[in-house]
Structure formats: structure tokens, C-alpha cells
């Protein structure tokens, strides 16, 4: 006896994930449904540039558009499960992420993911990648710009022994989407003066399915979104740093999709010279970077002076060793404008000699326009401790007196472990959804 096998296609369409989108995709997506490709852009100048995630606010559609939107597409945004609220007015936030089944990996170089994911074999992996997760973004206001620190991946497979993301290990990619909604829902709602609550802790289920009676827009009364977040709105900058959790270089694709996004003036409208790529030197990546016509400034993890030191605190230097990366570096194509940055997170007693600041020095000398960022490193449950500020200085002087610009960089947010290297989604389960201050 033959089964009869029933399929739902005509009941159920498939429905469609606008955000993340670039603006031919959306135009193409509207082409499908028979409407103007012109209805796209529209779509896509109100999720980016507008920040209206529901149908109703985007007026210059029409009706029946709206409405088969409502049955055949969604907006899915993140649930805000908890700020955290620090004394400098910095605010980390905890995003709840749904399920990623349909997320496919992409990379750099086509096996990097691969290979860390086969330590724990391919079927776990595979199984890793469909789990809902959680990542952070920090927001941090001051006089005349925000940044915003984004994650482009949950966790972090590169295991840089200092940074206690990496204690999380490799969660899953995140989409463009993802890395987009960090950016979006924080700009909002210091645009708005409020913070949104979903009803129920629930997700928005699409666009145009979260009318305003199903959020609570909740009035800050303790200041502490100051001062570019407050009801005056935001302010006239907007700088964002991809060193949120996870290696960007190790998900390309989608972190590339979200960037031009971003950088589009026609999208959030970010300047170049305004966002920062950090990677902890995947020299595939750079190369591909390299290649990109729309891209932001680039980042290198550096924290060593030499290969035996970087092998320790950093695996990922026994496949791109430091000749290799400087060799990618050297040949990294900058604009006029631009300089390549190397960040060295400073380590009381294992890379803040004298000696150290002297081996920068060289292997910094070939290159043509760089900068170094001196980085206290921020306190967590790990076998490190900060250098004195002695000796950070002294570090400084080196590089400075033979003519390599470098900088302290005291991050932001450390009584919240919202600081450099401190990501690591702690009181995920603990702590209640609200907003929590120091004490």
C-alpha cells in the first residue's frame, strides 16, 4: 500500500527574513511579489536608516503590501534579556538570539571553522550551530559620538588565553541580520530616551506583527544612558568596533554583508573612518579585506613581541605565525587616510618588559602607517594580572621615542564586564530582566 504524501507549500509560504538584506536583495524580494523593484529600497531605507521594524510605521507602502508583508515576511529582532548599567554610562547588553538552523558557515578560507569545530566532531558541531544563543554589544555614549562595540559570532573559537570569551568556545555564526539588530535596537533606543520591553519577554515575530500595544517603552528616570542617550537623542557620531565576541574574519561573509550595510550612506550611513575591524590575525581574512571596495579600518590582535610568546597566549599564531601576519600586514592596501592599528593587551610580568616594547619597535618598522594601542588588560577569573601603570608608560615611552605612535587605552565598562576581553555572558541566568546598576 502506497503512502499519500501531502504537502502544505500553497498553505504555508515560506516566509522571508528582511533583516540583513542588502537593498537589490529587498528589491529583488519585492520583484517576486509582483510589486516595483522600488518598493525594496523603501523597505530598506526604513529598516536601516529609519529604524522602523514595524509595517505599519512605513506609510509609503501600500496597504496590500503591508499586509501580505504581515503572511510572507519578518523582521526578526533579538529579545533584550538584560542591560547592564555602568558608573561611566556604558551599558552592555545581553541579547537573546533564536534558533540559527537554516545559518550556514562562512569563512575566510573555507576550513577554519571546519577545523575547530572537528575537535569536538563534525555531527556536534553541526548540531552547535543550530542551538539558539546569547551574545553582548556595549553602547557607549560620550560628548559628541556613541560607540558601539559589536559581536559577530556567539563565543569565540580562536582561544586567546587572556579573554574570557574564549572560555564560552565556539557557539555558533551569527547572520547579518544579528549583527546588524546590536547596532540598530541600542541607536533606537537612545534615540528614543526609552528602553523597549517586549510583552512577555517575547521576540517581535515579524515585521508588522508588533503593533504599539504589544511593547512597553519604559522612560529612564535613573540618567543612565548619559549623555548621548538621553531624550535629546543621538549624537552627531556614531562609531562602531567589531571586537565584540568572536573573530569576524572567521564568519566573512555575513559580517561583510552587515558592514556594507552599515557603510552604505543609503543604510545606517557610517563613515569608514568611523568603524573598526578587529581580527586576531587570520591572514586569509586580511587578504580577503584586502580585496573588499567597501570595507572599514583594520585591527590587529597583536600582544606579543615575539612567536614563542604569541604561541602561548594565542594558538592561532601557530598557523599564521608573526612573519606571516607582518607579510599580510606589509602588503594590506591603505587609504590615504588610514593606518593599521595593533592592539597589545598589557600582561603584568609576561609581555610588558622593556624588551618587549623594543621587539614591537622592529617588527613594526617595515610597515608603512601604523598605530598601537596599549590596552590595560581587564580584570576576570583567568592567571593574568594588570601591569602597574609604571610600567605601562614605560612601554609607551619605547614605542613613541623611535617614532611609533602609541596610545593608553583604558576600556570602558570593567565594574559591569563590559571591557575588553571580559565578554564572556556572565549572570546570563541569574540575574533578573532589568536594567542593573553598580552598586
Given amino acids: 500500500m502506497k ?18 538584506k542588502s537593498k537589490e536583495e529587498l528589491r529583488e524580494f519585492c520583484v517576486t511579489l509582483g510589486e516595483p523593484a522600488f518598493r525594496g529600497a523603501q523597505i530598506y531605507h526604513a529598516l536601516y536608516s529609519e529604524r522602523k521594524f514595524d509595517v505599519g510605521q512605513i506609510t509609503n507602502l501600500p496597504a496590500a503590501l503591508r499586509e501580505r508583508l504581515l503572511r510572507e515576511a519578518r523582521v526578526t529582532l533579538p529579545e533584550v534579556k538584560q542591560r547592564f548599567t555602568s558608573a561611566d554610562g556604558s551599558v552592555r547588553y545581553l541579547f537573546g538570539l533564536g534558533d540559527a538552523e537554516k545559518v550556514k558557515t562562512f569563512n575566510a578560507e573555507g576550513t577554519e571553522s571546519t577545523e575547530f ?38 563565543g569565540c573559537a580562536v582561544d586567546c588565553h587572556f579573554c574570557l570569551t574564549a572560555q564560552l568556545g565556539l557557539i555558533r555564526n551569527l547572520t547579518a541580520g544579528e549583527i546588524l539588530a546590536q547596532v540598530l535596537l541600542p541607536l533606537e533606543e537612545a534615540h528614543r530616551g526609552t528602553r523597549i520591553e517586549m510583552k512577555d519577554g517575547g521576540l517581535p515575530a515579524g515585521l508588522g506583527q508588533v503593533p504599539p500595544a504589544a511593547t512597553k517603552q519604559i522612560e529612564e528616570k535613573d540618567g543612565g544612558l548619559k549623555p548621548a542617550a538621553t531624550r535629546t537623542g543621538l549624537a552627531p557620531q556614531t562609531n562602531i568596533v567589531l571586537m565584540g565576541q568572536g573573530e569576524p574574519l572567521l564568519n566573512f561573509e555575513p559580517v561583510m554583508a552587515a558592514v556594507r550595510i552599515m557603510l552604505d550612506p543609503e543604510g545606517l550611513g557610517i563613515s569608514p573612518k568611523h568603524m573598526t575591524l578587529s581580527t586576531s590575525g587570520i591572514v586569509p581574512g586580511i587578504e580577503r579585506l584586502a580585496q573588499e571596495k567597501v570595507r572599514p579600518k583594520l585591527a590587529i590582535s597583536l600582544n606579543a613581541s ?22 599580510a600586514c606589509k602588503e594590506y592596501p591603505l587609504r590615504t587616510w588610514e593606518h ?29 602607517s601604523v598605530k598601537v594601542n596599549l590596552i590595560p588588560w581587564n580584570p576576570g577569573e583567568l592567571p593574568y594580572h594588570e601591569s602597574s601603570p609604571e610600567r605601562i608608560e614605560e612601554f609607551r615611552r619605547i614605542l613613541v621615542d623611535r617614532g611609533v605612535p602609541a596610545f593608553v ?7 559591569v564586564m563590559a571591557a575588553c576581553g571580559q565578554l564572556a555572558l556572565l549572570q546570563i541566568d541569574c540575574a533578573p530582566l532589568s536594567v542593573v546598576s553598580p552598586q
Fill in 3 to 20: 503512502t499519500k504524501e501531502f504537502s502544505l507549500a500553497a498553505e504555508t509560504p515560506m516566509i522571508t527574513e528582511l533583516l540583513g
Fill in 117 to 154: 569545530a572537528e575537535k569536538s566532531g563534525e555531527e556536534r558541531a553541526s548540531r552547535r550551530l543550530q542551538k539558539p544563543a546569547s551574545v553582548e554589544a556595549v553602547f557607549m555614549p560620550s560628548e559628541g559620538r556613541q560607540t558601539i562595540c559589536v559581536s559577530t559570532q556567539a
Fill in 306 to 327: 615575539h612567536d614563542e610568546q604569541r604561541d602561548a597566549l594565542m594558538p592561532i599564531n601557530k598557523k599564521y605565525p608573526l612573519s606571516v601576519l607582518m607579510k
Fill in 340 to 368: 593599521l592599528t595593533f592592539e597589545y593587551v598589557m600582561l603584568g610580568g609576561i609581555n610588558d618588559a622593556g624588551e618587549d616594547a623594543q621587539r614591537v619597535v622592529r617588527l613594526l618598522a617595515p610597515l608603512k
Fill in 409 to 415: 587605552r583604558y576600556s570602558r565598562g570593567r565594574d
